[in-house]
């Protein structure tokens, strides 16, 4: 059984609309308001087309500040940091020693010497810890910072109302300013591939912004959205979730956990040309030694895939699906897979084999299958 030592202040608010918060990364999350189909569809279709408004805070925030902040999320991270000024962000992988993925985050640089790691439920906070270990820099684990995603396209048509200058916000950008008159950071990021904005606050002040944000957004269609619909989400957008996709919950027959970036297609987060940081000299060495890859597949019919589900070609079980969603908005039955590196490639026919034995023809695509040119979440003005 899980323990859940971390607290969102907006715990009640979730409760009240029939919340049940199940722990994610130590803290109680909204993963159902309700478990019913409609209701994970109504969520789906708010962020497709008009907006919803998630509790992240299970995220965990830690703050690096000091001379040698940036040093340390240099050696943690696979991001050259130099390259990021104040007021920008970046996507980038945590590492082993081995090369192989334990964590993902975001790395905020709010100031000169002040720097913040938003991460998931892998070990980056540990791996941050060590590095930072005798090194001037002081490291704050920050709970009290509560993080809001508001997403979907008119995201940015409500927010414009009450935040000047947000249309200005590129895409990864962040701004200090307030809403509501409460003080917030806003970061033009999120999970969804929508275009959508992370709204930071203090704790005292999340419920106030929570039931504004709801009460003034409602007549644009903006609604709660339990955490479980980012699965749909992420799934057609290419959005990996650790340990979701990751040989941490579909282990090796033969040998332990961890994947690299080269099969989990995350390469793209090593700034070009960079070393030093923890895991680089294993992980150049592991490229080409790929032992399956991540890649997409479109499925036939409306029946999704279940989590698990095997993945048949020739008769012989190759690979299997992580998740699988089907929207009848983008006409699609999709599904991200591990699989033989020799599958990886667009049309390769194969089926799906979900638990009660159903069969359901599929063939690859590359993903994402939404926003392909991921035009949508970079969208200016």
């Keep these: 059984m899980a323990i859940i030592y971390r607290t969102s202040a907006l715990a009640q608010r979730h409760a009240e609309i029939g919340g049940e918060l199940e722990d994610w990364n130590g803290m109680g999350t909204a993963w159902f308001y309700d478990h019913s189909d409609e209701r994970a569809e109504a969520d789906y279709l708010a962020v497709r087309t008009k907006a919803g408004l998630m509790d992240v805070s299970?995220?965990?925030?830690?703050?690096?500040?000091g001379p040698h902040a940036a040093a340390v999320i240099d050696r943690v991270t696979t991001r050259n940091v130099d390259k990021i000024m104040p007021g920008r962000a970046i996507y980038a992988s945590m590492l082993n020693d081995d090369g192989k993925f334990i964590d993902d985050c975001v790395i905020y640089r709010l100031s000169v010497n002040h720097w913040m790691v938003v991460h998931g439920a892998g070990t980056g906070h540990e791996s941050m810890a060590m590095a930072a270990f005798g090194k001037n820099v002081a490291?704050?684990?920050?709970?009290a910072l509560h993080d809001m995603s508001l997403q979907g396209p008119v995201a940015v048509d409500f927010l414009a109302r009450h935040v000047p200058g947000i249309r200005d916000l590129a895409y990864f950008g962040i701004m200090q300013t307030k809403l509501f008159g409460k003080p917030v950071m806003i970061s033009r990021t999120g999970y969804t591939g929508e275009r959508g904005y992370e709204i930071f606050c203090e704790g005292r002040h999340a419920i106030e912004l929570w039931d504004t944000i709801l009460s003034e957004g409602k007549d644009m269609g903006i609604r709660p959205v339990q955490f479980s619909t980012l699965d749909l989400l992420r799934t057609e957008s290419?959005?990996?979730?650790?340990?979701?996709?990751?040989?941490?919950?579909?282990p090796f027959a033969d040998e332990p956990a961890g994947d690299t970036l080269w099969e989990l297609g995350l390469d793209f987060t090593v700034s070009p040309g960079k070393t030093g940081f923890r895991g680089a000299e294993n992980h150049y060495a592991l490229k080409g030694k790929e032992r399956f890859k991540i890649y997409g597949v479109k499925l036939e019919g409306t029946t999704k895939a279940d989590i698990g589900a095997k993945l048949v070609k020739d008769g012989?079980?190759?690979g299997l699906v992580t998740f699988g969603m089907h929207s009848g908005l983008?006409?699609?039955?999709?599904?991200?897979?591990?699989?033989?590196?020799?599958?990886?490639?667009?049309?390769?026919?194969?089926v799906v084999?979900?638990?009660d034995g159903t069969e359901i023809p599929c063939v690859t695509e590359e993903m994402p299958f939404y926003d392909k040119d991921k035009s949508i979440r970079t969208a200016k003005g």
């Excluded at 299970?58 to 500040?65: A, C, E, P, S, Y």
């Excluded at 290419?238 to 579909?250: I, K």
């Excluded at 006409?331 to 049309?347: E, L, Q, S, T, Y």
């Design 58 to 65: 299970g995220l965990k925030k830690v703050h690096l500040v």
């Design 139 to 143: 490291m704050i684990f920050d709970d």
């Design 238 to 250: 290419y959005l990996l979730f650790f340990p979701g996709d990751n040989s941490e919950t579909f």
């Design 316 to 318: 012989k079980e190759v």
């Design 330 to 350: 983008n006409n699609h039955n999709v599904g991200i897979a591990r699989m033989p590196v020799d599958c990886a490639v667009p049309g390769v026919k194969m």
């Design 353 to 355: 084999v979900n638990a």
